[in-house]
């Protein structure tokens, strides 16, 4: 049963929704600095964040994602199980598919994209220390502030069970205890956030003001499938229940699942991966069978369309909003402006790109920098020649794991013009780029296309947007 959990887990992210894996990874960088150790644990939950940005870090590739989501997964089962086992002589014969809950409570929970890792790391530690914390004693009165500020409020998991699996006075006291630390912890070390942050988890979700109602309900429910494993034990057919129990779990899960996890936000997210990854191909063949009527999709289509050559000839193939389709205005969110972004890199335009990305960076809800957005926006300066942000940009990137390598060839690259001049990339996108500086906006996007097609007559991106722009103006004129 647990390896059928593994497999479920690992086939759910890796074929129906990868893209979560690469949203995830391009709104965090980890880097393996003991200043950004430091960072992390200034905060209550500070390791569970840490650790979980070391994990997320391996999104980058699709299938090692995948893998670490089905690891945790299987950990939290096993815990909860080990848990159990603790406090029940005759757990041979208890209900193990109750151990299975949180594990697939924590999979709906997830698709809530701002949802962060660190939340089922945080609470997989919790419960993993909970046999400890019974036999910890009056040593709890150290451990319950060392927890709480490692992993945050979810150490309340072992409080809680250490509390009824003891059934003490004095394990009655460590729940006071508890809620103090809570809260002289909060007003010395961590005032400067809200109290519903401090009290809820500061990390545990991208936008620290919200609140989902399973992050409060899933420590509660993995201590009532903790305590209700022993059950089975007073039963005369476990094992017929146990099974009648799993396909009851199973159904819910699948159906909860499509609920929790938008279909249209998650299409959005699935062609920004695509094409971050140059699969345009793929994006047609996905906005053949379902497209969301937003912008956001329009432009990735669009630019998927022309990456294929079919951009004139099956416009109308696909839905369309005006021009907003063909290039985003700056939203200044973390996902809208990403494939403008990119078709404005490749048309010629570095610094509007520069802006796009910077901007998609520093709308990161908790602050985050991005390797995904860092390193364009060290391309953007290359192009341009200002080598100084560049190097500052390839410096921070030089600390991580996946993006090293590149970080350190470009590095070594600015050091030598000819060697970013004989860079296809590079040569390309200054041999098509704006000669001279001038003043404009989004208003003035399609005459600057124009301006990019006289200037270059290899320019062909510039000059069918152009055209499929005014295109687009004369529908939305008949309209």
């Known amino acids: 049963m647990t390896t059928l959990l593994g497999a479920t887990v690992f086939s759910f992210w890796m074929w129906a929704y990868p893209q979560a894996l690469n949203y995830h990874e391009q709104n965090q960088l980890f880097l393996c600095t003991w200043e950004y150790f430091r960072e992390r644990l200034a905060l209550p939950g500070g390791f569970a964040d840490w650790l979980s940005e070391f994990l997320v870090q391996f999104f980058f590739l699709r299938w090692s994602g995948a893998l670490v989501l089905a690891i945790l997964a299987v950990l939290l089962q096993l815990s909860v ?131 989902p109602v399973l992050q409060v309900v899933i420590p509660f429910v993995t201590l009532g499938c903790i305590f209700a494993s022993g059950l089975g034990a007073k039963l005369k057919h476990p094992v017929t229940v146990d099974w009648a129990i799993l396909v009851v779990l199973a159904i819910a899960t699948a159906g909860s699942v499509r609920l929790a996890y938008d279909r249209d936000a998650y299409e959005v997210l699935a062609y920004d991966d695509l094409i971050r990854h140059e699969r345009y191909q793929d994006v047609v063949k996905r906005a053949e069978h379902y497209q969301p009527h937003n912008p956001i999709s329009a432009c990735s289509v669009n630019f998927s369309l022309f990456m294929t050559g079919q951009l004139s000839s099956r416009l109308t193939d696909f839905y369309q909003c005006g021009t907003q389709g063909l290039v985003q205005p700056s939203i200044r969110d973390n996902v809208s402006d990403l494939t403008s972004a990119e078709l404005l890199w490749m048309m010629g335009m570095p610094n509007i790109t520069l802006q796009y990305y910077f901007d998609s960076m520093e709308s990161i809800e908790n602050g985050r920098l991005s390797g995904r957005f860092l390193s364009r926006m060290a391309d953007c300066n290359i192009v341009n020649g200002w080598y100084g942000p560049a190097e500052r940009y390839l410096d921070l990137l030089s600390h991580s794991l996946f993006y090293r390598k590149d970080a350190l060839r470009r590095k070594e690259m600015i050091r030598n013009e000819a060697a970013v001049n004989s860079d296809p990339v590079y040569a390309y996108v200054r041999s098509v780029r704006f000669k001279d500086d001038f003043i404009t906006g989004y208003q003035g996007l399609d005459i600057m296309m124009a301006v990019l097609y006289n200037q270059n007559k290899d320019n062909f991106m510039a000059a069918e947007y152009y055209t499929v722009w005014q295109r687009l103006k004369q529908m939305e004129g008949a309209e």
Request: aromatic fraction near 16%; charged fraction near 10%.
């Open 81 to 211: 199980w080990k848990a159990a086992r603790s406090i029940n002589p005759e757990g041979n014969r208890s209900f193990y598919s109750l151990s299975f809950v949180p594990s697939l409570l924590m999979l709906v929970h997830m698709g809530n994209m701002e949802v962060l890792v660190s939340y089922p790391v945080a609470l997989l530690l919790s419960v993993a220390v909970c046999p400890f914390f019974v036999k910890a004693g009056w040593h709890r009165l150290w451990l319950i502030p060392l927890f709480w500020w490692l992993l945050g409020p979810v150490v309340i998991v072992p409080v809680l069970f250490s509390a009824i699996a003891g059934r003490k006075t004095s394990d009655l006291l460590h729940l006071v205890y508890t809620a103090l630390v809570f809260y002289a912890g909060y007003r010395l070390l961590a005032s400067q956030y809200p109290a519903h942050d401090a009290f809820f988890g500061i990390n545990y979700t991208r936008i620290r003001e919200m609140l």
